[in-house]
């Protein structure tokens, strides 16, 4: 992966952004999701903010590279504090970190979401906790797909604000659309996490000490998934 070409996981987060969009890529890394669609014309302009100093100057010299200094601006901020309010952002990305930490860096920057924004969300897990603090702040889903990419699940979840949500709790465990449309990529993902919560649970009977809620909590789940499965 490197300024003109994207991983297949990135492929599919771009695909998500509406063409001509003002892009904020939140956690961006060295840059390479904004630069590579500046470079192909899909979008007008972005902010690429990274909380870690190497990678954002990183992303400098991509950008600086490509000759994008008019079309990126690159900063050193925590989460959504890299977004200022000239920028006119109306899609945010968030990609390759953990669904709690996404939702940390949603509710620390809460006042600087505005109406009409898309959320482009790409959890590496915590899908769960994620769809919760969607549908609780008046996020509806409006796509969703899972893709396997190096051995690993990935989930991309996208929203857009609302009047009113509300899901259920097998609709926040595996996704409203996904669990509607079961693709051979979502049908694979469960049957595997149906073998690792099994696997789980085996785990916790020879322990000596079992954590409860998390053991009801997994049997639940594997009911679920050959409810969802049959």
Not at 21 to 28: F, H, P, V, Y
Not at 37 to 51: C, M, S
Not at 69 to 98: C, K, P, Q, Y
Not at 167 to 186: T, V, W
Request: charged letters at 25%; a negative charge; one cysteine or more.
């Amino acid at each position: 992966m490197n300024e003109q070409t994207l991983s297949q996981r990135l492929e599919r987060v771009a695909a998500h952004i509406p063409p001509g969009a003002r892009l904020a890529d939140i956690g961006s890394d060295h840059g390479f999701l904004p630069v590579v669609l500046v470079l192909r014309g899909a979008i007008e302009a972005a902010v690429a903010g990274e909380a870690a100093a190497g990678p954002c100057e990183s992303a400098r010299r991509n950008v600086r590279r490509n000759g994008l200094d008019a079309r990126i601006s690159v900063r050193l901020a925590n989460g959504l504090a890299a977004i200022e309010s000239d920028d006119r952002i109306d899609t945010i990305s968030l990609s390759g970190m953990g669904g709690e930490t996404i939702v940390e860096i949603l509710e620390a920057g809460k006042a600087r979401l505005q109406d009409g924004q898309r959320l482009v969300l790409q959890p590496n897990g915590g899908e769960q906790p994620l769809r919760q603090w969607l549908m609780d702040n008046g996020y509806r889903i409006v796509s969703e797909e899972v893709l396997r990419e190096n051995r690993f699940d990935y989930e991309i979840i996208v929203a857009e604000q609302a009047d009113s949500v509300s899901y259920s709790p097998q609709e926040l465990l595996f996704g409203p659309l996904l669990m509607r449309e079961k693709s051979a990529a979502f049908i694979n993902k469960w049957q595997r996490m149906r073998r690792q919560r099994q696997q789980a649970l085996a785990n916790f009977e020879r322990a000596r000490e079992v954590p409860q809620d998390k053991a009801r909590a997994f049997a639940m789940h594997i009911d679920w998934i050959d409810q969802l499965l049959a």
